[in-house]
């Protein structure tokens, strides 16, 4: 009798063997190494290939290959403490298409004239739950009405440009906008007219800014946009892009109102050091757009 014959008997029970072959959830036996004896129903499904077929095989085999590094490093270690491991990763079908997966493989210990040692993995299909995380992750981090990014994303965002103008001693420049005359159109027109202003704006501001850039609501009429890699003339010549696209009538529907926009910048020298540049740009950014305001009066 071989390793496979012999770890083959631990599901041949009438029992345990029916457990294996209808468990819902993917099931194999596995050598140490991670190579295949035995996959059962559920597993061939998640996989798109029979039972049959993966014998032979390893999860490493159809594991996606940004992945590969990280499983390689639990299972190294699953092999040096005899215990259990527990891992995320994505799996892919013969069709290329991916399945995010949840691994957990338990390694048994030999028994004297029995089976030898080997590992009990379950696969369990987590694609359901990374999308509902996906989707909570997006909406902890963006503002519901426009879809931009809100004020803990924009703060994120921020911080990783002080810190990539720290490192490579670049520019970053921060610009924060405040409608003129929003408290007019809701009181005016009712707040599913001032909504539909917001989006309007949103979608425009988007539509100036370049890739590398990142619009956020903050809150409000309130709006900010990070700039990386920006020297502050460039800032203010997409400050005036900015008040061209946005300000002046807009149209929406059968509803036209009209809104100004004030536009403060801050700027931060290349090589800054981001924990101090982080606040301070803000204010700076916001103290201006005041400033602005108060001269459009």
């Not at 519901?144 to 803990?152: A, D, H, I, Q």
Request: proline share 5%.
């Amino acid at each position: 009798m071989d390793d496979a014959d012999a770890v083959g008997t631990v599901v041949e029970g009438p029992d345990l063997g029916s457990a294996f072959t209808n468990s819902p959830m993917g099931v194999a036996l596995c050598r140490p190494g991670g190579e295949l004896i035995a996959a059962n129903r559920a597993l061939g499904e998640l996989l798109g290939r029979p039972p049959t077929e993966l014998a032979g095989t390893s999860l490493l085999d159809v594991t996606h290959p940004d992945d590969v590094a990280a499983v390689v490093t639990v299972r190294r270690a699953l092999e040096e403490s005899r215990s259990r491991a527990r891992y995320e990763c994505r799996l892919l079908r013969p069709d290329d298409t991916e399945v995010a997966v949840q691994v957990t493989s338990s390694w048994v210990e030999g028994s004297p004239g029995g089976s030898p040692p080997h590992l009990v993995t379950v696969v369990e299909d987590v694609t359901d739950r990374k999308e509902l995380e996906a989707r909570l992750l997006h909406l902890s981090v963006h503002d519901p009405l426009t879809g931009l990014p809100n004020r803990l994303l924009f703060r994120d965002r921020l911080r990783h440009a002080l810190e990539r103008g720290h490192r490579e001693h670049t520019p970053t420049c921060v610009l924060v906008l405040d409608l003129d005359g929003f408290k007019a159109v809701n009181d005016r027109h009712g707040h599913p007219t001032g909504d539909a202003v917001l989006v309007t704006v949103a979608d425009r501001l988007a539509s100036v800014l370049r890739a590398s850039d990142t619009a956020a609501r903050l809150g409000g009429d309130e709006f900010a946009v990070v700039c990386e890699n920006t020297e502050r003339t460039d800032a203010e010549h997409l400050a005036t892009r900015l008040r061209e696209a946005i300000t002046g009538t807009l149209t929406l529907g059968p509803t036209t109102v009209r809104v100004g926009l004030s536009i403060g910048i801050g700027s931060v020298d290349g090589g800054s050091d981001p924990e101090q540049a982080q606040e301070a740009v803000v204010r700076e950014a916001d103290a201006a757009m005041y400033a602005d305001k108060a001269r459009r009066r």
